[in-house]
Structures are given as C-alpha cells and as structure tokens.
C-alpha cells in the first residue's frame, strides 16, 4: 500500500510537470520520429506503423498525444517489460525530460548489444536487377560493423534489412500489383552480411556499392535501440513509396535529433534518390564497389582469348587439365576462369552440390600447385557511382514539329526512372525502367491534347557473349497518339517484346525483339492484335552523347481501317549538366496514314 502511494504521488507529481510541457513533448519532432507518425495536411497524424503492438495506446496509431501519456504511465509504474520494449523511448524521455528515472537495465539488450559489438554502420547499395519486379529500382540495407570487424571478416558482420513478405504462392505479376497497392507487411530483419551479399552479388548478379555512415558510436546505439523497438512493428509495404529504402531513413534519422531525412519522399522513394539524400546531410564517405559473380566473370572473359575460353569451358566441364600441353603461365587463366564461370553456374543455375563441389574443389587443387600471381586485372570501377547520377523524377518542355498538322508547345514528366537517352552514369548499362511517363501540349488555338501516358515502359537489353546466351526484353502500358485520314487518335495497349541483344551496353549496341501488340481505342474499331518486331541500334557515343535509331512494324488482326502500323525513329540525347538534358527526335509514322515528327525537349531531372 505504502508503495501505491509513492507512485501515485510520483504520478500526480509528473503530471503537474506534464500539465505545462506534455504538449510540446508529444509534438516534438523527435517523438514524431520514434513513432513514425505523418501529418497530414489537415494536421492530423498516422503512423505508418500497422502493428497494434507497437503501440501502448489503443488510439496510438492516430494521437501521438495519446501515446506518449501511455508511455510514460507505463515507464512510471516501474513495468521493466514495456521499458526493455521500447528502450529507445525510454533513452530520450529520460535523457531530455524525466532524468530522475533509473538507468535502462534490460539484459537482454545488453546481451544483443555485446553479440553486434557495433562501431560503425555501412549503407549497402545493391544496383537494379531488371528480372524481379520488386529490384527493378535497386535496394538498399545496413551493415552493423563490429569493433573488431577486418576487410576479411566484414562477410560475418550483421545486416539490416526492410523487405516485403509476400505469399510464396503468389506469381510475379500479383507480386507486382500487390506490392503497388500495400497489400504485403514489411518488417526489419537482422541477418549475416553474407547472406545478402550472397543473395545479391552471386544469386542475382548485382553489382554492390558500400559507403560507410558518418555516425558516431552512441549515435549508432539510437539507431539499434530504436531497431529493438521495431521487432515488434510491421508496415504495409509499396514499392514506389513505403519500400526498403524509405524505412531505412526512417530508421536512420533517429540517430539525431535533428536529422529529417524521410520528410522529403512524400510521393515515391527510389533507392538511388535516398542515397542521394544520405549524401546531402554530409552522411556518406566515398564508395567501396564490390562488383557481382558476373561482373567479374565478363572481366575475367575480356582478358581471353577464344582458344582460352574453349580450354577454361572444358576445364569446367570436368576435363583434367593434364589433357593440355599447358606451361604454368598458360595454366593459371584457364583454371581461374573455369572455377569462376562454374561457380557462377552453381548459383545462377541452381545446380547439385553433390555434383559441383568436388569439381570446384579440384579446379582449386590444381591452382593452388601454381605458385604464379592472378593474371587478371580487377573490374575497374565505375566512374560515377549511383548517389553522383540524375535525379529519378524528370520535367521537360517539349516543341512538337508536325508536317502533315501545326506545331504544338507543351510539357512532359515523368515520375521514375531512367530510360535508355537518359545520361547513363551511376545506372545499369542497358536498362530502363520509366513508370508513370506523361507528356500533353497545346496547338495555337488553346486545345490541349494528351500526347501519351505510359503507366511502365521498361527494356533489359542483356547482350550475348562468349560466356552467356542472353535474353533481351521490353514491355509497355498505356495510351498514346497515331496519325489517321484526319487526326491523331488514342489508343490504349500493351506491348511486350522477346528477343537478343548484341555489342556493348556501355557502347554500341543493337537489338532485336520478336513483338506483339493488344490495342483498342478510338484509333481502331475493337480490340486488336499485332505481331512484329522490332529494332535498334543505341550508340554512347561519349558520356555526354547518346544516339539512337529504332524500327519497329506489326502486322494488325481485327481492324478494319488498315493491316499495319510502322513506326522509324532516331534520337540524340546530350547531357548537359548532371540533371540537364537536351534531346531532339524524328519520328514517321504510318497506319491510316503518314505523319512525320520533329520534337525538341528540354530535361530537368529533379
């Protein structure tokens, strides 16, 4: 009883504290913070936060107010379990306005704490990856490194990660439309480095760009604290906003008070746009690249000849290397060519262990005896690194020349993301992602028409080589214009293309695409199908030029205006800034008839 009366005292007392500063408490930006609450433009406030648990107020997800009396009536009634649950609350209220509590005593995080044995963090940037849906944009994910962490053992180090967890039943296209609209949970684990290491260089192939945190070490303790809190916490998880990367600042920014980094990712967060974020608030130090499995086997096959790519194929396929009249200096390519292109087969293809394990460890025998050093140069590193690219989201002002009917001013945007003219430094060479890409413009009587709305326009042009037989690919939605007898008429569709690539992505490159084409609209009488192909040819002619010539013709069922549609254009794309572009094109066009266009846009990526 005597007990009861000391906290209720010690309540009335902090109440009366709380009468006056409660308020600016529960507005405090740093609370918002913790709770990962957003204010709308009525004032009003959501966490982003979907998990009851997190919360200690039944109306906590909706009233910061709420949930902050909640929490300190549940730290002041000396509850040590909802104290070890939330210790990053606990840290500031205490530090900042209750300093008469007792120290944090929660052994389990002191345990957790020494097992992580945090110094430093790692800000991990694996690059694209065009066959998920999901990767389409990149990732990115913490490393945790440890006091005692070395070059050698950084692999061993913990990872933070934010992803989706989605129905392992679920195809690639539910995948994509569930992850559009939220309909996922998203939750922060922590994992061995190696494994997304693991996951992303060898699995994946993708190329990963490491750049340690400017954070000091009780600054990294917030961090941890505040990621203890959210073990409990699940988020609804969309990929163009609330994804990997968003979560990530959120959770990052609580390393000060100060710090506001997801203010700014309102409409979409693209993961290469918040490293950029990470850059401007002085967060970042110079990148370490750590190229992919097949980065570094397409750089071993550069340094070869063909006679040695046949030797190192059949090394690889089981051949002993004493079928070779072979030095040691002619030996040792061959052998480390064929242990990395089967390694690479393991993990790409999935293949037995029990079958490939002892070849690997043969082909390692074998080097080994050679006491020669590796006669391959490194991948070089890209010269612009991803946070040094263009901006994803771009405007322009667009000129459009018509011969057959007048000219037009107007406007373009798109939302995200990279398209193939785009200046191509700190971006996958090859690829292009462009989602929700909109232009419209005005003739000189006031009319205003919509040119296009492309909701995806993406394109992986994956050229063969010596080493892989590779696939290239393209899909489009949405709705544009084609010249008819009296005007340009709409037209919704999709259209996707299968087919090869060949040359060099960061050079000269032509492609060739079996297509076929859905289309209905006022520009045909029902729906209708197309089949055909198409073409191009996309030179980087230095890095701050690109050209581009494509053909692309479809044979057209059940329309009965005409049986074709052909489309030739060229474009020149010159970069004149970081995030100014200036691109010229010519298009002709023929189906009901023929139009030929002459557009000029002026590009700000921003």
């Known amino acids: 009883m005597f007990k009861f009366l000391i906290v209720a005292a010690f309540v009335l007392s902090s109440s009366a504290y709380s009468a006056t500063t409660i308020h600016n408490i529960a507005s405090h930006p740093y609370w918002l913070k913790l709770g990962h609450y957003q204010q709308s433009i ?42 070890c649950q939330f210790p990053a609350r606990y840290q500031w209220l205490k530090q900042n306005f ?77 995948y994509a439309l569930k992850g559009l609209i939220g309909q996922y949970p998203g939750k922060f684990t922590l994992m061995p480095y190696y494994r997304k290491v ?35 916490a699940t988020f609804d998880y969309f990929f163009i906003d609330e994804n990997c990367s968003y979560q990530l600042l959120a959770l990052l920014q609580v390393a000060r008070d100060d710090l506001n980094l997801s203010n700014n990712f309102s409409s979409h967060a693209i993961p290469s746009d918040t490293v950029k974020a990470l850059a ?83 082909l390692l025998h074998q080097r080994s005896k050679l006491l020669l050093p590796s006669p391959f140069a490194r991948p070089v590193t890209p010269s612009i690194s991803p946070e040094k690219g263009h901006d994803s989201s771009r405007f322009g002002m667009v000129f459009n020349h018509f011969k057959y009917s007048e000219n037009r001013y107007g406007f373009s945007y798109r939302m995200a993301y990279h398209d193939l003219l785009d200046n191509a430094g700190g971006f996958i060479p090859g690829a292009q992602i462009s989602f929700f890409d909109i232009e419209g413009d005005l003739d000189s009587e006031g009319n205003a028409y919509l040119e296009h709305v492309y909701f995806i326009d993406a394109m992986s042009l994956a050229p063969d080589n010596r080493l892989f037989d590779s696939w290239s690919w393209n899909m489009r939605v949405g709705f544009d214009r084609k010249p008819t007898d009296d005007k340009r008429k709409g037209r919704a569709f999709i259209q996707g293309g299968y087919g090869k690539s060949f040359g060099d992505a960061s050079g000269f490159q032509s492609y060739f ?94």
């Open 42 to 83: 009525s004032g009003s406030h959501e966490s982003e936060v979907d998990s009851h648990s997190f919360f200690l107020s039944v109306n906590g997800k909706f009233d910061p107010h709420a949930e902050l009396l909640a929490t300190i009536e549940a730290f002041q009634s000396e509850n040590n379990d909802v104290t």
């Open 98 to 174: 209750y300093s008469e509590w007792p120290e944090l005593a929660c052994p389990e995080i002191k345990t957790w704490q020494k097992l992580i044995n945090p110094k430093g963090m790692t800000l991990v940037f694996p690059t694209a990856f065009m066959n998920d849906p999901a990767s389409m944009f990149g990732h990115t994910l913490l490393r945790i490194d440890a006091k005692d962490q070395t070059r050698s053992r950084e692999l061993i180090a913990f990872a933070v990660n934010f992803a989706a967890e989605p129905d392992a039943t679920d195809n690639a296209a539910l």
């Open 198 to 232: 693991r996951e992303y260089n060898d699995l994946e192939s993708r190329d990963m760009w490491e750049y340690k945190l400017a954070l000091s070490e009780s600054e990294i303790q917030r961090v941890l604290l505040h990621l203890w809190e959210l073990q409990w």
């Open 280 to 362: 401007e608030h002085k967060l970042l130090s110079m990148p370490r690249y750590r190229p992919a499995s097949g980065t570094m086997l397409i750089n071993y096959e550069s340094q070869l000849t063909d006679e040695q790519i046949d030797i190192a194929r059949k090394l690889k396929n089981g051949e002993p290397l004493s079928g070779f009249s072979l030095t040691a200096e002619q030996a040792v390519p061959v052998l480390e060519m064929a242990y990395e292109w089967l390694n690479y087969q393991y993990y790409d293809q999935g293949l037995e262990r029990e079958a490939i394990a002892p070849r690997l460890t043969a």
């Open 513 to 606: 695409l079996a297509s076929s084409l859905l289309q209905a609209g006022e520009l045909t009488d029902s729906v209708s199908l197309g089949l055909g192909t198409e073409f191009g040819l996309i030179w980087q002619a230095s890095d701050a030029q690109k050209l581009a010539l494509t053909a692309q013709g479809f044979w057209l069922a059940n329309n009965a205006s005409t049986n074709h549609q052909i489309e030739l254009a060229a474009h020149w794309q010159i970069a004149l800034a970081q995030n100014w572009g200036l691109r010229s094109s010519y298009v002709y066009q023929n189906q009901q008839s023929t139009e030929q266009q002459l557009k000029l846009q002026l590009l700000h990526y921003f």
